[in-house]
């Protein structure tokens, strides 16, 4: 329990995987903007691009910043922080009626 | 040779982990909530300006889904510059390292040429409510990532000079971190402010 | 029970062989936790004594009705300036004093993670605290309430650079902040010694990982107003403009969403000091330690989930009313347990009635008072008719006061033999603390019932006639006396530095581990490194595990070397401030430059060289 070592040891995502993942967020991006563009999603269009961004979000924090496979102490430094800031702005919103029409 | 005087001050680990590493996740922590205010701001005032220019006249949905796959390809840069550092490859680390600066740069570019041309069109800062919290959140987003450019370029010059190797593999990994956080965070900009029009 | 080997004769003549040695140049450049604690607390103590004075140069102008001591300018940077004061110049950094020397010796480290980091921290503070106060000499100190809310403090009815250095001021210290808890948080997660799990760490270390993180959390808010506002004064946005639809509630919401953390980051430092002292002078172990742990963690959670409590007035609608009434109501519940568990630790202890313990015991009293007018206007109908006046000045005062500063001087007690490897007189002590806690009541007791009658906060002066005049007289002598017990304070400081009796390592008899080094501790802190194996290490069974001491057959460790880089860089920063203020580029150009060097000199210079 002395030094620093703990990247060796952790699972790693390959090059290959990498390239996938980023390949997906250019999907996603493009069907963000498609759903963006479709007339028809237009009622569900806020719960679609919401749901959308929160995977590439995911998905960024989780294999390119690794925090799927590091220690769980990264994890909680980054949630609890982000769970208070959401919370804020979501009293904010709806402080200043920000979902209401 | 710093790297080791670092390490033998580096003392006791409680964790087993970098003291930088958990260093920067607790900016990240604390950058989230530097964003999430400056959201808050934005979405507090949006429809609420009293003259135009307003978002549908201006945002350029297109022209910034290509910043925005730029900037999401420099995520992937950064990684695979990182993988190629911890390998030993400095030639490569040095390559994808470069292209994610330059990816960030190119970004950046777009910020500029969008600004410019807002502003061309009448929208400054203090302009109306728009101009005002559209400005400041994109800029400081836009700053976060000129800080991040020049601190890989910093990379680069280093292992341009042989002084960045294997051994600082930690080194990279926190500027991936910084980067990658950067990249989440314009993730939901374009969100809010382009798509959730 | 543990008490270290060397004697007192011997440790007080360790004591002055390096920790505090060097001239100006050593202080300049130092990265050693102990002298930025020693800093801090000095430069905090000083700060705090300016922040009194202007409380007293109000209460002269108070304590009488249409008294023309103060004109109402001078009177509007006073009472300004003595909230800015005292909140980020002399309790945050007191407490930053504690966090500093202390945190690393009870966790068993060396120092902190980030010597330089921490250097930095400290000389942004003080050069930020000496840039805000340097408004009295240009201009004059800004005048819009130590939360300047907007419109007030737009430039049409805030002209000058007054409230540009409030700002500018802010916006620097909270670099100062940010980069300390950051630093805080990586030291206590990161360096605490074997066997030494988050439960078994000393409670005021637990408070200031606890603070830290409301600080990196609740800072941004606070700094996106200010930035806000800093562009509507300077480049003319419309952020807080009504005339083009900006809200100036929005000030409000950012101000008070860091606010109200804020007071939790004042507070928490003096309970974690207050359940350290409790302890030790009951002779025993802290009660339900778990218990006051989570209360901890409680309060900083909801701390972000009550701040519209300062806003009951303004017209947010009685769904947010309501809604804010119970969350603030819920965070009295964290506190209360902790202070039934201080009561339980008191309860069957032997009791060392000494001035740390007088310090705390009445530390729970006046915060006990505090609480319940502050359980009062968490309900907001109740609070329509006290906001704003001086009800809430007296909540306020003996929270922060009664609280937090009496914590914060049970601290300075219970640590100062530590720091100094004196012992201080307790003749001295109990004086200042009888005549602290008397002209304490006496100033601001009646203050609650001046508020129920009406008179207004942030007023220069009353009418005759309405009654207020011997409360306001009451509250002026209470006043005078309460500046003049500081003096004892000095007093015995001042003799102790000169001729105390030396302290030895652990002249309280206390159990964690800074109490198991030399007084002052040696510059490396620990020759060998500490293994604990439960809470209070110095009160362990078996003593043969723990704490090895200082034992001389083990060379001495080498610490990190000296640097310059945070010092430079800390100047990069205030010189980019004052081109701020005045809007000369060239001069923000120059800050900018050197924050460069001094960042890329920090990053390529090697932690010992």
């Given at each position: 329990?002395t030094?620093?070592?703990?990247?060796a040891?952790?699972?790693?995502p390959s090059?290959r995987t990498?390239?996938?993942?980023?390949?997906?967020l250019?999907?996603?991006t493009?069907?963000?903007v498609g759903?963006?563009?479709?007339?028809?999603?237009k009622p569900v269009?806020?719960?679609?691009l919401?749901?959308l961004?929160?995977?590439?979000?995911?998905?960024?924090?989780?294999?390119?910043?690794?925090?799927?496979?590091?220690?769980?102490?990264?994890?909680?430094l980054?949630v609890?922080p982000?769970?208070?800031a959401?919370?804020?702005?979501?009293?904010?919103?709806?402080?200043?009626?920000?979902?209401s029409? | 040779?710093?790297q080791?005087d670092?390490?033998?001050?580096?003392?006791h680990?409680?964790?087993?982990?970098?003291n930088?590493k958990i260093?920067m996740?607790?900016?990240?922590?604390s950058e989230?909530?530097?964003?999430?205010?400056?959201i808050?701001v934005?979405?507090?005032?949006r429809?609420?300006?009293?003259?135009?220019p307003?978002?549908?006249?201006l945002?350029?949905?297109?022209?910034?889904t290509?910043t925005?796959?730029?900037?999401?390809?420099s995520s992937?840069m950064?990684v695979?510059?990182?993988?190629a550092v911890?390998?030993?490859?400095m030639k490569w680390g040095?390559?994808?390292?470069?292209?994610?600066?330059?990816?960030?740069?190119v970004?950046?570019?777009?910020?500029?040429?969008e600004f410019?041309?807002?502003?061309h069109?009448?929208?400054?800062l203090?302009?109306?409510?728009?101009g005002?919290s559209?400005f400041l959140l994109?800029?400081?987003?836009?700053?976060?990532?000129?800080v991040g450019?020049?601190?890989?370029?910093?990379?680069?010059?280093?292992?341009?000079?042989?002084?960045?190797t294997?051994?600082?593999?930690e080194?990279v990994?926190?500027?991936g971190?910084?980067?990658?956080?950067?990249d989440v965070?314009?993730i939901?900009l374009?969100?809010l402010?382009?798509?959730?029009? | 029970?543990?008490?270290r080997?060397?004697?007192?004769a011997?440790s007080?003549s360790?004591?002055?062989?390096?920790?505090?040695?060097?001239g100006?140049?050593?202080?300049?450049t130092t990265?050693?936790?102990?002298?930025?604690g020693?800093m801090?607390?000095?430069?905090?103590?000083?700060?705090f004594l300016?922040?009194?004075?202007?409380?007293?140069?109000?209460?002269?102008?108070l304590?009488?009705a249409e008294?023309?001591?103060?004109?109402p300018?001078l009177?509007?940077?006073l009472?300004t300036m003595?909230?800015?004061?005292?909140?980020?110049?002399a309790i945050m950094?007191?407490?930053?004093?504690?966090f500093n020397f202390i945190?690393p010796l009870q966790i068993?480290?060396r120092?902190?993670?980030?010597p330089r980091l921490?250097?930095?921290?400290f000389?942004?503070?003080?050069?930020?605290?000496?840039?805000?106060?340097?408004?009295?000499?240009?201009?004059?100190?800004p005048d819009?309430?130590?939360?300047g809310?907007?419109?007030?403090?737009s430039?049409?009815y805030s002209?000058?650079m007054?409230v540009?250095f409030?700002v500018?001021?802010?916006?620097?210290?909270?670099?100062s902040?940010i980069?300390?808890?950051l630093?805080?948080i990586v030291?206590?997660?990161?360096?605490?010694?074997e066997?030494?799990t988050?439960?078994?760490m000393?409670?005021?270390?637990?408070m200031t990982l606890?603070?830290?993180?409301?600080?990196?959390?609740?800072?941004?808010?606070?700094t996106v107003?200010?930035?806000?506002?800093?562009?509507?004064?300077?480049f003319?946005?419309l952020f807080?403009?009504?005339?083009?639809?900006?809200?100036?509630?929005?000030?409000?919401?950012?101000f008070?969403?860091?606010?109200?953390?804020?007071?939790?980051?004042?507070l928490?430092?003096g309970l974690g000091?207050v359940s350290?002292?409790?302890?030790?002078?009951?002779r025993?172990?802290?009660?339900?330690y778990?218990?006051v742990?989570?209360s901890?963690i409680?309060i900083a959670?909801l701390?972000?989930?009550?701040w519209?409590?300062h806003m009951?007035?303004v017209?947010?609608g009685?769904?947010?009313?309501?809604?804010?009434?119970a969350t603030?109501?819920?965070?009295?519940i964290?506190?209360?347990?902790?202070?039934?568990?201080?009561?339980?630790?008191?309860?069957g202890?032997?009791l060392?009635?000494?001035t740390?313990?007088?310090?705390a015991l009445?530390?729970i009293a006046?915060?006990?008072?505090?609480?319940?007018?502050?359980?009062m206007h968490?309900s907001?109908?109740?609070d329509?008719?006290?906001?704003d006046?001086y009800f809430?000045v007296?909540h306020?005062h003996y929270v922060?006061?009664?609280g937090?500063m009496?914590?914060?001087f049970?601290?300075?007690?219970?640590w100062?033999?530590?720091i100094?490897?004196?012992?201080?007189?307790?003749r001295l002590?109990k004086?200042?603390?009888?005549m602290?806690?008397?002209?304490f009541?006496?100033?601001?007791?009646p203050?609650?019932f001046?508020?129920l009658?009406?008179?207004p906060r942030?007023?220069?002066?009353?009418?005759s006639g309405l009654g207020?005049e011997?409360?306001?007289?009451?509250?002026?002598v209470?006043a005078?006396?309460?500046?003049?017990?500081?003096?004892?304070?000095?007093?015995?400081?001042l003799?102790?530095?000169?001729?105390?009796a030396?302290?030895?390592?652990?002249?309280w008899?206390?159990s964690t581990l800074?109490?198991?080094?030399?007084?002052?501790?040696?510059?490396?802190?620990f020759?060998v490194?500490p293994?604990?194996?439960?809470?209070?290490?110095?009160w362990?069974?078996?003593?043969?595990?723990?704490?090895?001491?200082?034992?001389p057959?083990?060379?001495?460790?080498?610490?990190?070397?000296p640097?310059?880089?945070?010092?430079?860089t800390a100047?990069g920063?205030?010189v980019?401030?004052?081109g701020g203020?005045?809007?000369?580029l060239p001069?923000?150009?120059?800050g900018?430059a050197l924050?460069l060097?001094?960042?890329?000199?920090?990053?390529?210079q090697?932690?010992e060289?």
């Amino acid at each position: 329990m002395t030094q620093p070592h703990e990247h060796a040891e952790h699972a790693h995502p390959s090059n290959r995987t990498y390239i996938l993942v980023a390949a997906i967020l250019g999907v996603i991006t493009a069907v963000e903007v498609g759903v963006f563009y479709l007339d028809a999603l237009k009622p569900v269009l806020v719960p679609i691009l919401l749901a959308l961004s929160a995977a590439k979000f995911t998905m960024v924090v989780g294999f390119f910043m690794h925090l799927k496979f590091d220690s769980k102490l990264y994890r909680a430094l980054f949630v609890g922080p982000l769970v208070v800031a959401i919370a804020v702005m979501m009293a904010m919103f709806l402080l200043y009626g920000v979902f209401s029409a | 040779m710093s790297q080791t005087d670092a390490a033998a001050m580096e003392m006791h680990s409680a964790t087993g982990l970098p003291n930088r590493k958990i260093l920067m996740w607790a900016f990240i922590g604390s950058e989230c909530m530097l964003f999430g205010s400056l959201i808050i701001v934005y979405m507090v005032y949006r429809g609420k300006s009293l003259v135009g220019p307003y978002p549908a006249d201006l945002l350029n949905i297109p022209f910034i889904t290509v910043t925005t796959f730029v900037l999401l390809m420099s995520s992937l840069m950064m990684v695979l510059a990182l993988s190629a550092v911890q390998r030993g490859d400095m030639k490569w680390g040095k390559i994808w390292l470069f292209m994610t600066a330059l990816l960030g740069m190119v970004f950046l570019g777009g910020q500029v040429y969008e600004f410019s041309h807002f502003v061309h069109e009448g929208l400054t800062l203090k302009t109306n409510l728009f101009g005002g919290s559209f400005f400041l959140l994109t800029g400081t987003h836009g700053a976060h990532v000129a800080v991040g450019v020049i601190w890989l370029m910093s990379l680069v010059f280093m292992a341009q000079r042989g002084r960045l190797t294997q051994a600082n593999a930690e080194t990279v990994e926190i500027a991936g971190l910084y980067w990658h956080f950067v990249d989440v965070v314009w993730i939901v900009l374009f969100t809010l402010i382009y798509l959730l029009v | 029970m543990a008490v270290r080997s060397e004697s007192p004769a011997a440790s007080a003549s360790h004591a002055h062989e390096g920790t505090y040695a060097g001239g100006l140049l050593s202080w300049i450049t130092t990265v050693d936790h102990k002298r930025i604690g020693v800093m801090y607390g000095v430069s905090a103590f000083f700060f705090f004594l300016v922040g009194g004075l202007e409380a007293l140069l109000i209460r002269l102008q108070l304590g009488s009705a249409e008294n023309t001591l103060i004109d109402p300018d001078l009177y509007n940077q006073l009472f300004t300036m003595h909230g800015t004061t005292m909140v980020f110049l002399a309790i945050m950094p007191l407490s930053a004093a504690f966090f500093n020397f202390i945190v690393p010796l009870q966790i068993g480290a060396r120092d902190v993670a980030f010597p330089r980091l921490n250097a930095f921290s400290f000389w942004v503070f003080f050069l930020g605290a000496l840039f805000m106060n340097a408004s009295f000499l240009f201009g004059g100190a800004p005048d819009a309430g130590w939360f300047g809310y907007a419109n007030l403090t737009s430039t049409q009815y805030s002209p000058g650079m007054r409230v540009d250095f409030w700002v500018i001021g802010l916006l620097v210290l909270g670099v100062s902040s940010i980069a300390a808890a950051l630093n805080f948080i990586v030291t206590i997660i990161n360096l605490r010694c074997e066997g030494m799990t988050l439960m078994r760490m000393p409670l005021f270390t637990w408070m200031t990982l606890i603070t830290s993180f409301l600080l990196v959390m609740a800072f941004p808010a606070i700094t996106v107003g200010l930035v806000l506002l800093m562009f509507d004064r300077m480049f003319g946005t419309l952020f807080f403009n009504p005339m083009a639809g900006g809200d100036v509630l929005l000030w409000q919401h950012l101000f008070w969403i860091f606010g109200h953390p804020e007071v939790y980051i004042l507070l928490l430092p003096g309970l974690g000091i207050v359940s350290e002292v409790i302890p030790v002078f009951s002779r025993k172990p802290l009660f339900g330690y778990a218990f006051v742990v989570y209360s901890g963690i409680l309060i900083a959670f909801l701390g972000f989930g009550v701040w519209a409590h300062h806003m009951f007035a303004v017209g947010l609608g009685p769904v947010a009313n309501t809604v804010f009434s119970a969350t603030t109501m819920l965070i009295a519940i964290p506190t209360g347990v902790k202070i039934f568990n201080w009561i339980a630790t008191l309860w069957g202890g032997s009791l060392r009635l000494r001035t740390p313990l007088y310090f705390a015991l009445g530390f729970i009293a006046m915060f006990i008072i505090g609480g319940l007018s502050g359980v009062m206007h968490a309900s907001a109908p109740t609070d329509l008719q006290q906001t704003d006046t001086y009800f809430i000045v007296a909540h306020i005062h003996y929270v922060l006061f009664g609280g937090v500063m009496f914590a914060l001087f049970a601290g300075m007690y219970y640590w100062f033999p530590k720091i100094t490897g004196r012992m201080m007189s307790e003749r001295l002590g109990k004086a200042h603390f009888w005549m602290m806690i008397i002209s304490f009541n006496l100033t601001f007791f009646p203050q609650h019932f001046l508020g129920l009658h009406g008179m207004p906060r942030r007023t220069f002066t009353y009418e005759s006639g309405l009654g207020f005049e011997a409360m306001n007289l009451m509250s002026t002598v209470g006043a005078m006396l309460l500046g003049a017990s500081m003096l004892i304070f000095i007093w015995n400081v001042l003799g102790t530095l000169r001729k105390g009796a030396p302290a030895g390592d652990n002249p309280w008899e206390g159990s964690t581990l800074e109490w198991s080094i030399a007084s002052p501790p040696p510059h490396y802190n620990f020759r060998v490194l500490p293994v604990v194996g439960g809470r209070d290490p110095l009160w362990a069974e078996d003593l043969t595990k723990a704490v090895p001491g200082d034992d001389p057959s083990t060379p001495e460790p080498h610490m990190p070397g000296p640097s310059y880089f945070p010092f430079a860089t800390a100047v990069g920063i205030v010189v980019m401030a004052g081109g701020g203020l005045t809007l000369t580029l060239p001069v923000v150009l120059v800050g900018v430059a050197l924050v460069l060097f001094g960042i890329y000199g920090w990053a390529f210079q090697p932690l010992e060289h």
